[in-house]
């Protein structure tokens, strides 16, 4: 593969995609409420992208080999943090005009200096209730190291004016992990009127009674700030039984991980901001963010919303089984497609909670990367177990940021009896599978699913997912043999339909890529039709790139980070590529291939990243009917139409808004796909 075709610097483009995410909270017609969360759906995604992309490239620059590397790495930590700080000046801005937006709709966030005297008396007192007895402020002026700092967590940087004149320095953590972040207070003057302060000013409002019994403050004022670690784990090649004390061992390390990212408060006097840049000891490859008053916006997440005049109108989920059928019978008339949120994701539950109690049921396997906090999924296996069935989960335990969680599902499983496999040595397994096997006229017959989502009913309310549960025992055999592999990884079975990483997923889509090419050189009509979540994969680029060169049509519906270079003429412009954001998360996997008139269309765990062609266990299964091909090429068809939240992409990724390209009607897919499936038999 050659080094030398154009690519959009990966982290970027993953920047361009936050700035998308952005530009929902500055548009004025999305719900007050909902930009408020894009808030903070911005801030939490800025705080993954420094805790694992920016540290990835912090790495590759401390180690590169040569001045000519350690310049191509630093030029990127550069450019990041340019386009880094030109998004965080937007976010001020639109956090100033949300505020007032909120104002406009009887709903306030004030600050300590907005109190009125009931006000002031009522944080007064919910601060000595609730707030002082929760508080461990620590001097870091006299001490030489600062104490290990919390990355979830946002502190003080405190400036300490004695009456004596001298001068203190202190830090404290804010305890949002214990006390809500907004706090509802009395109304100022309607009574309609929603009024909230953040924990962080209700201590401003307060801070001299921090220290007051301590010494003799004349003066005192705080400042945020907060600290991002590198989010890496360090794990064995082998995966054995210990996986879960190394895994812990590993969790441990990277709360004490280096720094990579300093926030703070650009008001921050600088002989405090010194002491704290020196006391944590941030070198010359880390990041320092100035911004504003307050940090970890992520929290704006979960705004307190008590009115859904302010939301988006949730949709009443289409029905999938009807209340009163037998789901094994329910999937032998048919192979049945779900698209997630649309669909009552009730079904999968209803599914694993069936074969849990069947009689017939003998075995359940089942993949797990993340589940809910109050999994039903989980507690169906559980339930399997008592009825007397051979139940397999294989539990990622390194499912980025969710490994603690997995931790303590891997352990409930094991405790109830189920078999639990952490994975494959040196791969993560990603795959969105269960296979039930059930005894029917004296031979075995196989139920399966196959997704391109996880297993969790919270995150199916708003991840679009599909999911493809089928009675058909050539890709219930299929499936079967994934988690043969999984358990003896020099197994490499003979699948009939799916493909599988690391073994035959690259090579079968580009396989399915060339013939688009051949049909395209031999003047026949081809189309390539890709949704992902990610296209940064070289190999996979440049045959994407072969394919426009030769005439094949080439369209890409990419959500976060697309480094194919877009619309440059003698390299791209026979391929268009957009972007959606709106209301739910677009997180399904499409491969269409036009196949010489008869439609091949994939489904698929895997995006077209190196890590998940050939670092990850990933199935990728064809859509066998033809009924079911359409509805997936109608729902691309109506994304590709959107003229309200598509995103163009262009060379520069500047993400502008494809506003009346269908100038007949106006197209928002996500509503659009709502109607479409509401007309159609699941």
Same mark, same amino acid.
Not at 2 to 10: E, Q, S
Not at 179 to 188: E, T, Y
Not at 514 to 523: F, L, W
Not at 571 to 578: F, G, K, L, R, T
């Given at each position: 593969?050659?080094?030398?075709?154009?690519?959009?610097?990966?982290e970027?483009?993953?920047?361009?995609?936050n700035?998308?995410?952005?530009?929902?909270?500055?548009?004025?017609?999305?719900?007050?409420?909902?930009r408020?969360?894009?808030?903070?759906?911005?801030?939490?995604?800025?705080?993954?992208?420094?805790?694992?992309?920016v540290?990835d490239?912090?790495?590759?620059?401390?180690?590169?080999?040569?001045?000519?590397?350690?310049?191509?790495?630093?030029?990127?930590?550069?450019?990041?943090?340019?386009?880094?700080?030109?998004?965080?000046?937007r976010?001020?801005?639109?956090?100033?005009?949300?505020?007032?937006?909120?104002?406009r709709?009887?709903i306030?966030?004030?600050?300590?200096r907005?109190?009125?005297?009931?006000?002031?008396?009522?944080?007064?007192?919910?601060?000595h209730?609730?707030?002082?007895?929760?508080?461990?402020p620590?001097?870091?002026?006299?001490?030489e190291?600062?104490?290990?700092?919390?990355?979830?967590?946002?502190?003080?940087?405190?400036?300490?004016?004695?009456?004596?004149?001298?001068?203190?320095?202190?830090?404290?953590?804010?305890?949002?992990d214990i006390?809500?972040?907004?706090?509802?207070?009395?109304?100022?003057e *309607?009574?309609? !009127?929603? #009024?909230?302060? =953040?924990? +962080?000013?209700?201590?401003?409002a307060? %801070? $001299?009674?921090?220290?007051?019994?301590?010494?003799?403050?004349?003066?005192?004022?705080?400042?945020?700030?907060?600290?991002?670690?590198?989010?890496?784990?360090?794990?064995?090649?082998?995966?054995?039984?210990?996986?879960?004390?190394?895994?812990?061992?590993?969790?441990?390390?990277? *709360?004490?991980? !280096?720094? #990579?990212?300093? =926030?703070y +408060?650009?008001?921050?006097?600088?002989? %405090? $901001?010194?002491?704290i840049?020196?006391k944590?000891?941030?070198?010359?490859?880390?990041?320092?963010?100035?911004?504003?008053?307050y940090?970890n916006?992520?929290?704006?997440?979960?705004?307190?919303?008590d009115?859904?005049?302010h939301t988006?109108?949730?949709?009443?989920?289409?029905?999938?089984?009807?209340?009163?059928?037998?789901?094994?019978?329910?999937?032998?008339?048919?192979d049945? %497609?779900?698209?997630?949120?649309?669909?009552?994701?009730?079904?999968?539950?209803?599914?694993?909670?069936?074969?849990?109690?069947?009689?017939?049921?003998?075995?359940?396997?089942?993949?797990?990367?993340?589940?809910?906090?109050?999994?039903?999924?989980v507690a169906?296996?559980?339930?399997?177990?008592?009825?007397?069935?051979?139940?397999?989960?294989?539990?990622?335990?390194?499912?980025?940021?969710?490994?603690?969680?997995?931790?303590?599902?891997?352990?409930?499983?094991?405790?109830?009896g189920?078999?639990v496999?952490?994975?494959?040595?040196?791969?993560?397994v990603?795959?969105?599978l269960?296979?039930?096997?059930?005894?029917?006229?004296?031979?075995?017959?196989?139920?399966?699913?196959?997704?391109?989502?996880?297993?969790?009913?919270?995150?199916?309310?708003?991840?679009c997912?599909?999911?493809?549960?089928?009675?058909?025992?050539?890709?219930?055999?299929?499936a079967?043999?994934?988690?043969?592999?999984?358990?003896?990884?020099?197994?490499?079975?003979?699948?009939?339909?799916?493909?599988?990483?690391?073994?035959s997923?690259?090579?079968?889509?580009?396989?399915?890529i060339?013939?688009?090419?051949?049909?395209?050189?031999?003047?026949k009509p081809a189309?390539?039709?890709?949704?992902?979540?990610?296209?940064?994969?070289s190999?996979?680029?440049?045959?994407?790139?072969?394919?426009?060169?030769?005439?094949?049509?080439?369209?890409?519906?990419?959500?976060?980070?697309?480094?194919?270079?877009?619309?440059?003429?003698g390299?791209?412009?026979?391929?268009?590529?957009?972007s959606?954001?709106?209301?739910?998360?677009?997180h399904?996997?499409?491969?269409?291939?036009?196949?010489?008139?008869?439609p091949?269309?994939?489904?698929?765990?895997?995006?077209?990243m190196?890590?998940?062609?050939?670092?990850?266990?990933?199935?990728?299964?064809?859509?066998?009917?033809?009924?079911?091909?359409?509805?997936?090429?109608?729902?691309?068809e109506?994304?590709?139409?959107?003229?309200?939240?598509?995103?163009?992409?262009?060379a520069?990724?500047?993400?502008?808004?494809?506003?009346?390209?269908?100038?007949?009607?106006?197209?928002?897919?996500?509503?659009?796909?709502?109607?479409?499936?509401?007309?159609?038999?699941v």
């Open positions: 593969m050659a080094n030398d075709i154009p690519l959009y610097p990966k970027l483009s993953w920047l361009s995609f700035a998308r995410v952005l530009q929902e909270v500055e548009d004025e017609s999305v719900p007050i409420i909902e408020v969360r894009f808030l903070g759906i911005f801030s939490n995604n800025l705080d993954e992208f420094y805790r694992v992309r540290a490239v912090r790495r590759l620059a401390t180690f590169a080999k040569g001045s000519a590397q350690k310049d191509q790495f630093g030029e990127l930590l550069g450019n990041i943090n340019e386009k880094v700080l030109r998004l965080q000046a976010f001020g801005n639109a956090y100033g005009k949300v505020l007032k937006d909120l104002g709709n009887n306030h966030l004030i600050s300590e907005q109190l009125t005297d009931n006000q002031r008396a009522y944080v007064e007192e919910y601060f209730r609730e707030v002082l007895p929760e508080l461990e620590f001097f870091i002026d006299d001490r190291t600062m104490p290990l700092l919390n990355e979830a967590s946002i502190y003080f940087g405190i400036y300490l004016e004695l009456e004596d004149g001298s001068l203190r320095f202190a830090a404290l953590e804010i305890p949002t006390l809500p972040r907004f706090i509802a207070i009395p109304h100022r *309607k009574k309609s !009127e929603k #009024v909230y302060i =953040v924990l +962080d000013n209700v201590i401003r307060c %801070l $001299l009674d921090v220290f007051r019994y301590v010494m003799p403050i004349n003066k005192a004022s705080a400042y945020t700030f907060k600290i991002s670690r590198d989010a890496e784990l360090e794990l064995g090649e082998h995966v054995t039984q210990n996986i879960v004390d190394r895994l812990a061992k590993s969790l441990k390390k990277r *709360k004490q991980a !280096e720094p #990579v990212r300093l =926030v +408060d650009s008001s921050m006097p600088e002989a %405090l $901001l010194q002491l840049k020196k944590l000891k941030m070198g010359s490859y880390d990041s320092f963010t100035p911004g504003g008053r940090h916006s992520k929290d704006f997440m979960s705004f307190p919303a009115s859904r005049q988006y109108r949730r949709i009443k989920p289409l029905p999938t089984l009807p209340d009163s059928a037998n789901i094994f019978a329910w999937l032998r008339e048919r049945r %497609l779900c698209y997630y949120p649309y669909h009552d994701f009730r079904v999968i539950t209803k599914l694993l909670a069936s074969a849990a109690i069947d009689p017939k049921v003998r075995e359940i396997r089942i993949n797990l990367y993340r589940v809910a906090k109050n999994s039903r999924v169906s296996l559980v339930n399997a177990v008592r009825n007397q069935k051979q139940v397999t989960a294989v539990v990622e335990l390194q499912a980025r940021f969710d490994e603690q969680a997995n931790l303590h599902w891997s352990s409930e499983l094991s405790d109830a189920v078999d496999i952490y994975g494959v040595p040196g791969l993560k990603h795959c969105k269960v296979s039930i096997v059930r005894e029917e006229d004296g031979r075995d017959r196989y139920y399966s699913h196959f997704g391109t989502g996880n297993f969790n009913e919270s995150t199916a309310r708003f991840y997912d599909f999911s493809l549960l089928t009675g058909d025992s050539k890709l219930g055999e299929d079967y043999r994934v988690f043969d592999f999984i358990k003896q990884a020099h197994l490499l079975p003979d699948y009939r339909h799916i493909w599988v990483s690391p073994h997923n690259r090579p079968n889509l580009l396989a399915a060339d013939r688009e090419i051949s049909a395209a050189v031999a003047g189309d390539i039709f890709i949704k992902c979540n990610n296209l940064v994969d190999e996979v680029i440049e045959r994407l790139y072969r394919a426009g060169e030769a005439g094949v049509r080439v369209r890409i519906i990419v959500r976060s980070m697309c480094a194919l270079v877009c619309q440059t003429k390299i791209s412009e026979n391929i268009e590529v957009i959606l954001v709106d209301k739910f998360l677009e399904a996997r499409v491969y269409a291939f036009h196949n010489d008139g008869d091949q269309v994939y489904l698929s765990s895997a995006d077209l190196t890590r998940n062609l050939d670092h990850r266990v990933e199935v990728t299964f064809p859509l066998l009917s033809a009924d079911h091909r359409k509805t997936v090429l109608d729902i691309l109506l994304q590709w139409q959107d003229n309200q939240k598509a995103r163009l992409m262009d520069d990724q500047s993400n502008s808004l494809i506003a009346n390209r269908n100038s007949a009607r106006n197209v928002r897919s996500q509503d659009a796909i709502y109607r479409y499936l509401k007309k159609r038999e």
